[in-house]
């Protein structure tokens, strides 16, 4: 159980502390540095970025990976670029500066808390640049060094400095004259979880640009050396925020306007129906239809069933307070696992298909053992007394059964056939509710889906956000030039990533 807030009253005045010109001009020695005002920032920057990350994560990615549908809704309204500059890229800017902020006074004595700070500002850029391509990295977040309009460097460039950001992440993370951790509720100040968590972080950026980087030499130099490179090795590695007492899971805080107008998509709840894979009590509710507990409805359907006569998404997210135990997860030991058996699958680290079986069934029992935790939490703390509250036919929610090793021998799942298929399909079901499911279906076009035509923008899943419209006027010069260099800000143009 990861630690409960002790505190964040200062949680909501944390947002822009580094552009605050008091803060800014104090005179630091940053081998004197307090820990206190650092200890606060890190946290509103897990707090901040986890609802960010949880928000475009349910309210956009799942819609584009056919995991959840919004019928009265409609791509057009989530992909608005007015939102994404509210929701998601100034968000990131502005906890980019509280970042910047940490590393400049992170002197000698303090390399823990520099180095979780790099992996943070790696993780947020490696989501920016994976939304929208050409970024501005180099010059981002340097507002307290006068630069108010940065220019946007190659995702190429971009793709590599978060690659340098967590090299030097994991080389700082093993000192051991740094003084102890405080604030991080992410890992519970663990150094080796934060070097395990930057190291596995790597393996997703270097497989993310595969097709125009070979990610061989340095998978294999990763895995030769768990010692330099360990990575994580169980769910208890995984970076969690819980929001405890604080506040609610993020999208319960809007009640009954998310509650029923999310429905879960047809593709993925007739994948799990026909492995007769229970985690699907844990992602959706159930129906009133006889015989037929979980149904999905068409990717881009524009009408609304009633209510009860398909799935809406988990009541974990829609009703969960703090006794429901749901987390943001930043990247999940499952997921590291698929990648292992992707890079083994394709010849990137040793191994071969046996192997990748093993990674890949790891994958799946920690998925399924983590999705059973957050059920068993939410059902032990009085769930079925509340998920009704919206429609009260609605069944109960039953429990999953322990894991049982005999679900990977069955028909669909078992390690056999394309097994690049197998491996894709599963880490699609995996990461619901994390965006980096969209981001990899985008990259290999796997698990095989069908969009329909009929659906918003005909059918065609978008390939990127387009910038926000506050950077065409106030930083026209440099966002021009990035649109000269990457091409068209359109949804449909093809970032470096994916050519």
């Not at 800017?93 to 000698?108: A, L, T």
């Not at 993310?208 to 990763?222: C, G, I, N, V």
């Not at 169980?234 to 107008?261: C, K, M, V």
């Amino acid at each position: 159980m990861k630690n409960i807030f002790k505190y964040m009253v200062v949680a909501l005045g944390m947002l822009s502390i580094v552009a605050c010109d008091d803060l800014l001009e104090e005179n630091i020695d940053p081998n004197s540095f307090s820990s206190a005002p650092v200890d606060n920032i890190f946290a509103e920057v897990e707090r901040g970025m986890s609802i960010v990350f949880t928000e475009i994560s349910y309210d956009v990615a799942t819609k584009f990976v056919q995991h959840t549908e919004w019928p009265s809704k409609h791509w057009t309204f989530n992909l608005d670029e007015s939102r994404r500059g509210e929701d998601y890229w100034e968000i990131h800017f502005g906890q980019i500066k509280n970042i910047e902020y940490i590393i400049d006074n992170s002197g000698e004595g303090h390399e823990y808390q520099k180095a979780v700070a790099l992996t943070l500002k790696a993780w947020m850029y490696y989501n920016l640049t994976s939304w929208h391509g050409d970024i501005p990295f180099s010059e981002g977040g340097q507002a307290h060094n006068n630069i108010n309009r940065p220019k946007y460097d190659k995702q190429e460039v971009v793709m590599q400095g978060i690659l340098d950001l967590l090299k030097e992440a994991n080389e700082l993370l093993l000192t051991d004259k740094a003084a102890p951790l405080q604030g991080d509720f992410l890992l519970d100040n663990d150094v080796l979880k934060w070097r395990k968590f930057a190291n596995s972080l790597k393996v997703r950026v270097l497989i993310a640009q595969s097709k125009q980087k070979d990610p061989t030499a340095e998978l294999k130099a990763m895995m030769a050396d768990a010692e330099k490179y360990p990575l994580m090795s169980s769910n208890d590695d995984q970076p969690e925020f819980y929001y405890y007492a604080l506040e609610t899971y993020p999208r319960s805080l809007h009640g009954g306007y998310y509650t029923l107008e999310t429905f879960m998509c047809n593709a993925l709840v007739d994948k799990m129906v026909s492995l007769n894979d229970e985690r699907l009590h844990m992602y959706a509710m159930p129906t009133i239809v006889p015989g037929k507990p979980f149904i999905g409805i068409k990717n881009g359907e524009t009408k609304a069933p009633a209510p009860g006569n398909a799935s809406f998404t988990s009541a974990l997210i829609m009703q969960s307070r703090e006794v429901y135990d749901l987390p943001t997860v930043w990247m999940s030991y499952a997921e590291l696992e698929f990648l292992l058996a992707e890079a083994a699958e394709k010849g990137w680290i040793d191994g071969g298909t046996e192997a990748a079986k093993a990674h890949y069934e790891k994958g799946i029992e920690a998925s399924y053992n983590y999705c059973k935790r957050v059920l068993d939490g939410g059902l032990e703390n009085g769930l079925n007394d509340h998920h009704k509250s919206e429609y009260e036919a609605l069944p109960d929610i039953s429990a999953m059964a322990d894991w049982s090793p005999a679900y990977v021998e069955t028909a669909g799942v078992k390690y056999d056939g394309d097994k690049l298929e197998k491996i894709a399909t599963q880490k699609w079901i995996a990461l619901y509710l994390d965006m980096e499911g969209y981001f990899s279906y985008r990259r290999t076009n796997r698990p095989a889906l069908t969009f329909n035509p009929e659906g918003p923008n005909g059918g065609v899943n978008p390939l990127r956000f387009r910038y926000p419209e506050d950077e065409r006027t106030n930083n026209e010069e440099n966002y021009k030039a990035a649109v000269a260099q990457q091409g068209p800000d359109e949804w449909s143009t093809k970032m470096w990533l994916l050519k």
